[in-house]
Each structure stands twice: as C-alpha cells, then as structure tokens.
C-alpha cells in the first residue's frame, strides 16, 4: 500500500500491530479527538513494531491525516528519538509531559501541542484515514530544535529512513 510517507522516503516495510486500531477499521471514538469535538478521549493507541533493520538506531512515530482540509494535511502525534530498545507504547503514551524513554520526546503537533490529538475530521468531510507510522532511522537523533514542526522533521528523516510499518485505521463518515 502507498502511503503519504512514501514522499519522505520510500523504503521496504515492518511489521506495526496495535491492540486498540486496525488497518482498514474504524478507529474506536476514545482515539477520536475531545479537544476538538468529536466526542472522543484524545488517547494515543497502542502500538507495538518488529521486523525493523538491525541497523536502526532510533525510531520516529508518527499519526498522519493526509486528506484534512489544510492544504497540507494534520499531523496528530508526533514523538522524535526513541531508542531501538523500545518497541511498543502502551494505549495513552502520547498524553501530555508523558514519561517517554530514553530521549525521546514529542513535537508540536499541528494543533500545537505536545500530545496526541484524535481524529477530528470537519463534519461532512467523509472517511478519513489515519497514518500511524514508525519509521526506522540510521542515527539516534535527528538532533533538530525542539520548536521544529512535524513538516520539517519529515524533511530532516528523508535521508536517514531505513525502514517503516505502517497501520492505516479511519475515522468519520
């Protein structure tokens, strides 16, 4: 399947499975967006990786809707130098001032804020599909500013993308 992360880098996949989403199935309403009305609970879904290259040395996570009526997109979540040790996060690990390990630690999403927002597509807009992505990267930082947006970040991991899964749930209607 392609996917909007093909424009940063298009590289051989692994493996992305999640306890609470499923590729090709609504997303349930407690991963929807309250802050922005669509009656869910703002709650980063679990998440779990493997088959990644032995050569990755950080990993980027990523929530994408690609088709939200911006011009270019929503970035939902976005979490920048996780270690190669962690491979899952638990359902709520994208809350506000989480724990995250090692370096790790979450952008600004486009809403601006350091957490996981939920799907909150406008009202009559449709179906909209969710690219949650962690991609495999050949360095342990991207060592970009903190205040830099997901946009840039995606432009700062085109070069150093060695691999990515990818799980594609939707939302609306």
Known sequence: MNTPYDMIAKVPSFTVSSTDVS?????????????????????????SWSGFPAQAKSFVVTVYDPTAP???????????DLPTSVT???TGAGAEGADL??????????ARMRRYVGAAPPPGSGR?????????LDVETLDIDREATPAFLGFNMAGHTLARGVITPWFGA
């Open 128 to 136: 909209h599909n969710y690219f949650i992505g962690v991609h495999a």
């Open 88 to 90: 899952s996060f638990a």
């Open 101 to 110: 390990p090692g370096s790790a630690w979450q952008l600004a999403n486009d």
């Open 23 to 47: 590729a090709g199935e609504e997303m349930p309403s407690a991963h929807a967006s309250g802050i922005f009305g669509s009656g869910g609970n703002d709650v980063s879904p679990q998440l």
């Open 70 to 80: 911006t011009g270019s997109g929503f970035w939902h979540w976005v979490v920048a």
